[in-house]
């Protein structure tokens, strides 16, 4: 936890620029869902580490509509690369997750859908970073032509699929293998790094992640904090990334398409025709450099973007006693004027207010080890916010 001098219109500049994250509405695993959704997972994840994710990132079983389902509903559960859906007494399907999360239509039935907006939350790299998205790739074709001696030259630059003039040298990028789906509805190129990953899975692999909908493309992300090049492709159920330098056996891997589908269908967006509710931040009784953020704020989550055009400077700025600290899926701020908490998640659009009610004297909490590396246990407010309310 950092305490630093700052000037508020810098505040809201900062909420403008939190996009990305994952599903903080759903709770973790501490065990399967089913006894068939182990199966699954154990017969591959004990051979390929990370091809379903730890259980301890894992959602606890939850129950979706599905019109042929018995009931109306069925059981799945979220895993970090994909999800587990209970169709029958020993039967496991997987979703079409990359295509609800690209079209915004979310399968409620064997032909119902339910309409909402197209995830705009990036499909690889670290969480916050602009694009590509999975919005962003509707604007690819879905079948390529066939064309003999094929390069691998899509890329993604500036919000835009553009086609370079430089051919990649890496073999690994050579287009070696064209895909359809029997329908003829699909047809893709797939590079030679996950052809090769493909074929050399324990099971079909078809049957976990359908057919390729879009060309493979390269773009420049930042990677652990470092841009690098990493090339990506969609297909039906996940999506295939490839970072060339990564560590051998880490160099093709599966993006974390569970947790943004979750993040998406849980936190992000709604129905269209019903926008989700939101936790509206009065400026009643509030003077300063905190007006100024509460009003920030709603103008932003009114807009349910992250695109924020301040316009003029209508007043002079103020200085503010801004406490911050970063979490895995937002952020905690703090302003002493106030004594309020904001707690704000990484979509920038979702955001809860508390009253700090930690005095000095009160239990302070220990910065300790998270559950997983580079995490802590907060402290003083933050940590008494955190450990009292378990949607924080």
């Avoid at 810098?10 to 994250?21: D, K, N, R, T």
């Avoid at 390529?144 to 630059?157: F, H």
């Amino acid at each position: 936890m950092r305490t630093r001098t700052i000037r508020s219109l810098l505040i809201c500049m900062v909420i403008a620029g939190m996009v990305g994250g994952i599903g903080d509405g759903v709770d973790a695993a501490a065990d399967f869902a089913a006894l068939v959704f182990r199966f699954q997972w154990e017969s591959v994840e004990l051979n390929s580490p990370n091809f379903w994710g730890p259980l301890v990132n894992a959602s606890v079983g939850m129950q979706e509509p599905y019109t042929e389902a018995a009931g109306g509903t069925r059981l799945i559960q979220y895993f970090d690369k994909a999800r587990m859906e209970l169709v029958g007494p020993n039967t496991v399907t997987n979703g079409l997750l990359t295509v609800e999360l690209k079209t915004g239509r979310v399968q409620v039935g064997n032909n119902a859908f339910e309409q909402r907006l197209p995830a705009t939350i990036g499909v690889a790299g670290d969480p916050g970073q602009m694009g590509p998205t999975y919005a962003d790739r509707a604007k690819l074709p879905e079948r390529a032509p066939q064309i003999a001696n094929s390069a691998l030259t899509t890329t993604y630059a500036s919000g835009a699929f553009v086609q370079s003039n430089i051919t990649p040298t890496d073999p690994q990028l050579a287009l070696v293998q064209y895909i359809t789906d029997p329908g003829g509805r699909f047809g893709q190129y797939v590079p030679r790094a996950f052809w090769e990953y493909l074929n050399g899975l324990p099971l079909p692999w078809q049957s976990v992640l359908g057919f390729p909908i879009s060309p493979a493309f390269g773009a420049q992300l930042t990677v652990g904090g470092v841009a690098r090049p990493v090339f990506m492709q969609a297909f039906e159920r996940r999506v295939l990334t490839y970072t060339p330098g990564n560590p051998t056996g880490f160099a093709v891997e599966f993006g974390n398409i569970g947790q943004h589908y979750g993040q998406w269908r849980y936190i992000q967006t709604s129905p269209a025709a019903a926008p989700p509710p939101r936790r509206v931040v009065t400026n009643a009784g509030i003077t300063g450099a905190d007006a100024f953020f509460a009003t920030g704020v709603n103008n932003l989550t009114a807009k349910n973007s992250s695109v924020f055009p301040l316009g003029a400077a209508t007043g002079t700025a103020y200085d503010e006693m801004l406490t911050f600290q970063p979490f895995e899926r937002g952020y905690m701020f703090y302003m002493k004027s106030s004594r309020v908490i904001y707690v704000l998640s990484k979509t920038g659009v979702q955001l809860s207010v508390y009253a700090d009610t930690w005095n000095e004297g009160d239990p302070n909490g220990d910065l300790t080890p998270g559950p997983r590396p580079n995490t802590y246990a907060p402290k003083r407010g933050f940590g008494k916010v955190w450990r009292e309310n378990a949607v924080v």
